[in-house]
């Protein structure tokens, strides 16, 4: 005949063998299907005896789903498009430009795409919206990362413009700013996203790329020279304005040397005019800082 203590001790064995075997069944159904568990914590995990509610609510599992990373390939380079810039006698046109990522909340182009209805460079918030694309090589990639233009400050000595977007790119290198005067005969890439025509405009879907000689240098520009015969993909068309040119030993982070003014009607041959960045390093730095 069992005694109370001998029926003690036996119930106290069988409620351990069945919480050892419950808390086992719950670790190996995460390990095996990664899954988050959905019910009470083992109480070897949370430091104490747990008993679950039977009024709560089920938990729904917790999921998380990361962004696609931008292109690895030049990811610093910027379109830049707007569809509502004001035009004399009422109405508005599209428009668009090319630039770079210079710091992670400010990209860098050219001073005259952001301008008043008389064509005048302008500063602040633009009367239109500019809407920012980094971090692809054409429309459809899916890692890129968009923002508007939220302020603009104009350079003081040549034609170039910093642009502060409405959020800022965590996952990006900006490009590393010149900060000595370039030399003739020096080997610049360029990129950019303007026209494919010289008459028929409108941004391209891909990001041009091309090879330039520096030619010539003023106080605030150089002159540069295509390297080959020069075509719609492979140099500055209407609508590149901004864009960089830059070193580059990786293809994915570069030195900004300069960027897109103006040049001859593309395709045809000649130096294009280009905003030196050495001149306005510093001024750049404390704008963007």
Not at 89 to 106: E, F, K
Not at 165 to 170: A, I, K, Q, Y
Not at 231 to 251: H, K, M, R
Not at 257 to 278: K, L, M, S
């Amino acid at each position: 005949m069992r005694t109370t203590s001998d029926r003690r001790r036996q119930f106290r064995a069988r409620a351990v063998a069945v919480a050892v075997l419950t808390g086992a069944g719950l670790a190996f159904a995460h390990a095996v299907t990664g899954t988050t568990a959905v019910g009470p914590i083992p109480a070897a995990a949370a430091g104490g005896h747990t008993r679950p509610d039977p009024a709560a609510p089920a938990r729904e599992p917790v999921t998380t789903s990361a962004r696609p990373a931008p292109n690895p390939i030049l990811p610093f380079n910027a379109k830049l498009t707007s569809g509502d810039i004001p035009v004399p006698g009422g109405g508005v046109r599209s428009g668009a430009c090319s630039g770079a990522l210079v710091a992670p909340q400010w990209i860098v182009t050219a001073g005259h795409c952001f301008h008043d209805i008389a064509d005048a460079r302008i500063g602040g918030r633009p009367p239109y919206t500019m809407t920012v694309t980094v971090g692809r090589l054409k429309d459809t990639d899916p890692g890129g990362r968009t923002s508007e233009v939220v302020d603009v400050r104009q350079s003081p000595v040549n034609d170039l413009a910093v642009a502060k977007l409405g959020s800022p790119v965590d996952d990006i290198a900006p490009v590393t700013l010149a900060t000595t005067r370039p030399s003739i005969g020096q080997q610049l890439q360029f990129a950019g996203w303007g026209s494919l025509s010289a008459t028929v405009l409108g941004p391209s879907d891909h990001l041009k790329r091309g090879r330039f000689t520096v030619s010539g240098i003023g106080q605030a520009t150089l002159e540069a020279q295509p390297v080959g015969r020069r075509t719609v993909e492979n140099g500055p068309c209407p609508e590149d304005s901004g864009g960089p040119f830059f070193t580059s030993d990786d293809d994915a982070t570069a030195t900004l040397v300069a960027i897109v003014n103006t040049g001859p009607p593309c395709p045809q041959p000649g130096a294009e005019t280009i905003a030196r960045v050495d001149v306005v390093a510093d001024w750049i730095r404390e704008q963007t800082g």
